[in-house]
């Protein structure tokens, strides 16, 4: 990894409140947004227990990642946060303290718009301090079977992110890819609003689970044998532009910005933050060792 250039840092300008329904608990959520000084990072802080721990949103506190992402060990822990990921990463807030009271932020629609629309709404405030960009000296890659997501070097000074979904020749969604250079301006118009997709056969799974009582299929994209159910598309590859989103959101666990075209095949969660941990191990590597 080397460093590539710099920008200015940036926090939220005040205080941002975002209200809604927990899609996995069902719970009535409360997440704020709050400025932090330079150097801070992002950072979650559960208000809903009697002791809060504060868990930066960084990939060493990574604990889960089936079909979502999770920080911190219970009883703190604190799942599904790359929308919210998604939203600061997006339009390049590096410092932000999180509070929510509950295990999950808001569902919202299933998509980072509503976070997206308190923040704009908010706005940020530059910071003296500078977030270092950084691109891998050669390609990266990660796999497992069959999917596989790299990072390669680019001399262009940009974030770029390509993305093929594919379930194969019967699947209910079809194959589909989506290309974006990542700015905060591409992100509110092309990624922001897509939403979290999943097949009728994983909802149910859900459902006998306990989860997502208070979820209806038309909340989301939920795809059955004939297609999408009691719901419409934004854009025609929306699935596989949320799976950009989604990554917005992981490499946002570096906690750096990233140069470089990030190439992802049938990758998810698990394979993202795979990725930022090679990444991280990178970096640890060329850092001098204090004395």
Known sequence: MKKVTYRAQQTVAGPAEIMGVGFLTGADVRLRFLPAPVDAGVAFIRTDLPAPVRIPARVEHVTGTRRRTTLGHAPHAIGLVEHVLAALAGLHIDNCLIEVNAPEPPGLDGSA??????LRATGTRLQAGRKAVYMPTSSVLVAHEGATLALHPSPRAELRISYLLDYGPLASIHRQRHTQTVTPESFVNELAATRTFLLEA??????RQGLGARTKISDLLVFGDRGLLHNELRYGNEPARHKVLDLVGDLSLFGHDLQGHVVAYRSGHPLNVELVRALAR???MRQPVAA
Do not use: K, Y
């Open 113 to 118: 718009q509503g976070f997206v629309d308190v």
């Open 202 to 207: 994983e909802a149910e799974a859900f459902r």
């Open 282 to 284: 990178q970096l640890s």
